[in-house]
């Protein structure tokens, strides 16, 4: 028997075999949209099933069904869920996913042509906010395009775990994401090559922040998820009447929690020009940690108090001032033969658990990761968060019933 062949990738666009059949007990109903490494389809279930999303893989993807099985057990809502995998008869591999009533941004894109700052700026803090869950378990993307990032609603939701053609970094995640806001920015793929100036003084702020992503100087998906969140509060407080007496600003005590220690320090305005700029060194003195002093915002003018009717009754004696109290230094995290040991023991008590099939291998895989993290010498902040990380692992795996 003659070996079957895949349709060649330069005829699929104008072959859809697709549309009609069945696939994974679900009927194909229409396609939906041509995503980088595949194209996606709306699926109806059979004898009442649920309806459901296809992806139909493109001939040379390999894909990495052990990585979409880890994004499966983080259950986080932004994370479209796999739940099955399978080949049609030409050879092309699909995946079945949950149903997503919602358009790729790639779609939004082809509509609107490009998105308005607050928007673009709000929809990569949603992004982060997934990045931020995956990479908790040491799940990457790898792949985060405009394609694959579909908007569902009010919110966001991220397929394609596990086709990145390489091995997947939380680091290229942090700097896709940036790209992205060029995209929907610019309305231009921007996933590659040279990125546009964005000179105007409303997207100053939002240029800084992305570059800071695309540049690696943005550390982890939690600091790129406040920093954009704070920024959207200050693009939607600028664009209120009173918006140009407010200080456009990360604050001090929020760049610390956002961008290890630092922020990016917008422009304080009174009127458009009036701007207090930083120097390059200064920003990246920031972004790595440097102290900087926040900018000053303007002093509230003192309320108007009504002409007393009657004699002012007699104020109350000042509380007794107490010391005040040292603050709690934080506990040290285990070391790495600690944390190892603690694996090893939470490994035998899953398996004692008998719990078998994808599960398992889903819960083997994740923890090997990060077993992986403390090889050589890690540092304090790598074992803190490989702490928090077997903690979350240990309540998601063996106190399930």
Sequence with gaps: MTPRQPIPETTQSHVDRVVGTTVGGHRVVRHVAEARFGTIYRCEGLSGGQPATLEVMRTQLVENEREARAA???????????????ELPDGRRWRLMESIDGDPLERVLDTRKRLPPLEVVKRL???????????????AHGNLLASNVFVVGDEVKLIDFGLARQPPTAQADLQALGRLGFTLLSGEDRSEGPLPPLASELLAPVDRLL??????????????????????????????????????????????AALAGGGLVLAARDEPGDEARLTEEEEIALLEGAAAEPLEAPEPLAPVEPAPTSPPAEKPAPPIARPPRSPRKPRPPPDAEALLAMMAKSERQLRAQARA????????????????????????????DVSRQLAGWRRSYLHKR
Excluded: M, Y
């Design 72 to 86: 499966n057990a983080i259950k986080c809502p932004g994370i479209a869920t796999v739940t099955a995998f399978g």
């Design 125 to 139: 803090g949603q992004v982060a906010t997934v990045l931020e869950a995956a990479h908790a378990w040491a799940v």
């Design 211 to 256: 570059r800071a992503l695309v540049d690696g100087r943005v550390k982890n998906a939690t600091a790129a998820r406040k920093a954009l969140s704070d920024l959207a509060l200050q693009l939607s407080a600028a664009g209120r009447p009173a918006g140009r007496r407010w200080v456009v600003g990360l604050l001090a005590a929020v760049a610390v």
């Design 357 to 384: 099939g994808d599960e398992l291998d889903q819960a083997l895989s994740v923890l090997n990761k990060q077993r992986a993290r403390l090889a050589g010498s890690p540092t304090v902040e790598d074992r803190r």
